[in-house]
């Protein structure tokens, strides 16, 4: 079964530092992808970034990577010079490319402080 | 414009009523995919569907129905086994290919029992 794993309830930063947010997942798959999204107060869902299984190079996506490390199961978020407007919730999520079953993880309020 | 659309936003339900909820996508994905999400949760999945006249349980089906007997429309019904449906609604839908980097979501329906 798929599970996300966010460990990281709230967190809390200085405008203009970086930032990492945690997310581990099990899977026995061994195609798959891996998903961050943004959902602010709002509520909408704001794409960030992706990782696929099989890409050997973390991705990237303006001030957004992904750190991906395939033998922890470990696919964490990092924000370079955190900006007011990151204040959201975040939320890992991973698609299996079989069956196409795609779970959330419990996510992640970050405050972004002045 | 290519999108989803929920249908209500704010709905209200009278105890012991079924009541279903729309999702309309226009982007030709064959995968859709329906998620209740309780204040500062995560998304959990009710139910998914790879395929026109075909959908699988998620991890809270119980309470919950869908059909899917077109590509463009994933209907979900909250029946009154479920005990506790005052939620928020968000309904998404992904082009299944491998490495596809996104699913889209709509602007999600909030629903209360009263």
């Known amino acids: 079964a798929q599970k996300i794993t966010q460990t990281q309830p709230g967190m809390f930063v200085q405008e203009k530092e970086a930032v990492t947010l945690d997310c581990t997942y099990d899977t026995s798959d061994q195609s798959y992808g891996l998903f961050w999204y943004k959902q602010p107060s709002s509520g909408e869902m704001i794409f960030l970034i992706y990782q696929g299984s099989y890409d050997e190079q973390n991705a990237t996506e303006g001030r957004y990577s992904l750190n991906f490390q395939k033998a922890r199961k470990s696919a964490n978020l990092v924000i370079s010079a955190s900006q007011l407007g990151d204040s959201a919730m975040y939320f890992c999520?991973?698609?299996?490319?079989?069956?196409?079953?795609?779970?959330f993880g419990q996510g992640t309020r970050l405050t972004i402080n002045p | 414009d290519g999108g989803i659309t929920q249908s209500p936003k704010y709905l209200f339900r009278k105890e012991g009523q079924n009541v279903t909820l729309s999702c309309e996508q226009n982007l030709n994905h064959d995968a859709m995919y329906w998620y209740r999400q309780d204040p500062g949760q995560g998304l959990r999945l009710i139910y998914y569907?790879?395929?026109?006249?075909?959908?699988q349980k998620g991890d809270i089906a119980e309470g919950y129905s869908v059909s899917r007997e077109k590509k463009e429309s994933f209907p979900l019904t909250v029946t009154s086994a479920q005990k506790n449906p005052t939620a928020f609604y968000l309904c998404?839908?992904?082009?299944?290919?491998?490495?596809?980097?996104?699913?889209?979501f709509g602007q999600g329906t909030r629903l209360t029992v009263v």
């Open positions: 999520a991973m698609r299996d490319e079989g069956a196409q079953k795609l779970v």
């Open positions: 569907s790879q395929i026109v006249n075909d959908f």
């Open positions: 998404a839908s992904i082009w299944p290919g491998r490495g596809s980097t996104e699913a889209f």
